[in-house]
């Protein structure tokens, strides 16, 4: 039984930094693609960045791209969203989910009902 986490938000100042992981302390995420999402307060979840098992990357919002980055570590059993160059718009619960289909990462970002297990959210506020 999947079971993810998310950990490593907080509060950061705009431009600073955060590294957020996802992990999953019983079940082995080698063979399933992992997505990253995030919501704003009063807005719908959105995909950003997904990986697959072989280390693929598909992004799907402009505005993180060259400033978010993910990676998966399968060693630590951990997927990685670094985010550099942080703007107030970033601020929203961050989620990672996970699903097995090959077909997860260029179809299912922009769909989260689809995806079959979810972390329960880590929130990041970027203030001054």
């Known amino acids: 039984q999947y079971q993810l986490v998310e950990s490593g938000g907080g509060l950061v100042q705009p431009g600073g930094s955060l590294k957020l992981s996802c992990s999953d302390s019983?079940?082995?995420?080698?063979?399933?693609?992992i997505g990253w999402f995030r919501q704003a307060p009063g807005k719908a979840r959105e995909g950003i960045v997904c990986?697959?098992?072989?280390?693929?990357?598909?992004d799907y919002v402009d505005s993180v791209k060259g400033r978010f980055t993910i990676s998966r570590d399968n060693a630590k059993n951990t997927v990685y969203l670094q985010m550099g160059s942080l703007k107030p718009e970033d601020t929203a619960t961050y989620y990672c989910?996970?699903?097995?289909?090959?077909?997860?990462?260029?179809?299912?970002?922009?769909?989260?009902?689809?995806?079959?297990?979810w972390g329960q959210g880590t929130p990041v506020t970027v203030s001054s």
């Open positions: 990986i697959n098992e072989r280390g693929t990357v598909t």
């Open positions: 019983g079940s082995s995420l080698d063979s399933w693609s």
């Open positions: 989910a996970a699903d097995y289909s090959i077909s997860a990462c260029p179809t299912y970002l922009d769909s989260p009902q689809t995806w079959a297990y």
